[in-house]
């Protein structure tokens, strides 16, 4: 049972328009959510993150938002740059976790055409 | 450059053998974790030390194990090899052991099985 559901595989978006990547999960226990971005060849790199008593936090062109109710968050990418064209990985923790393990989506890909 | 090492970066090995993956933290990190991405599969956790100690198991099959050393390396040790063991292994570290922090990961390891 996946916890952590990315349901679009894909995504194209034109350079300079908004990318907008949706991520869906079903454990209430789970109250921190990151974005990764994964090139090929190279392990994840953390982009940006959000606890649970936020729903929203921006740094410079990602904007993650969490809507609790609806068990869902999102990033957003303006404006989107081919440089970003990657697979974007959304991962939840739970805090009452005895360790810190994150669980993962599986992945989006984005590619922003020039 | 996320500051985890692993090693090696390919391997490949046939069916029935043993190998051993290599993990160095990050600087100051007294966690590590390691994840398993199957093809066409996220990223599935498969277990977390802390400062020496098991802190947290997923996913892992009987025939791995890990442990990590008194320096803070790991090692991730995989016998009994199958075909459907090929896939891609990444370690990640963290300062914490628990409570919400991002996770950095390496370049992981691509294990072939033939």
Known sequence: ???????SPSLSVQEG???I???????SMFDYFLWYKKYPAEGPTFLISISSIKDKNEDGRFTVFLNKSAKHLSLHIVPSQPG???VYFCAASAVNNAGNMLTFGGGTRLMVKP | DSGVTQTPKHLITAT??????RCSP???DLSVYWYQQSLDQGLQFLIQYYNGDERAKGN?????????FP??????????????DSALYFCASSAQGAGNTEAFFGQGTRLTVV
């Open chain 1, 84 to 86: 970003d064209s990657a």
């Open chain 1, 1 to 7: 049972d996946q916890q952590v559901k990315q349901n």
């Open chain 2, 26 to 28: 990050r600087s100051g």
């Open chain 2, 71 to 84: 320096d803070l390396h790991s090692e991730l040790n995989l016998s009994s090899l199958e075909l459907g």
């Open chain 2, 60 to 68: 892992i099959l009987e025939r791995f194990s890990a442990q990590q």
């Open chain 1, 17 to 19: 328009r908004i990318s």
């Open chain 1, 21 to 27: 990547l949706n991520c869906d999960y079903t454990n």
């Open chain 2, 16 to 21: 029935g053998q043993r190998v051993t993956l």
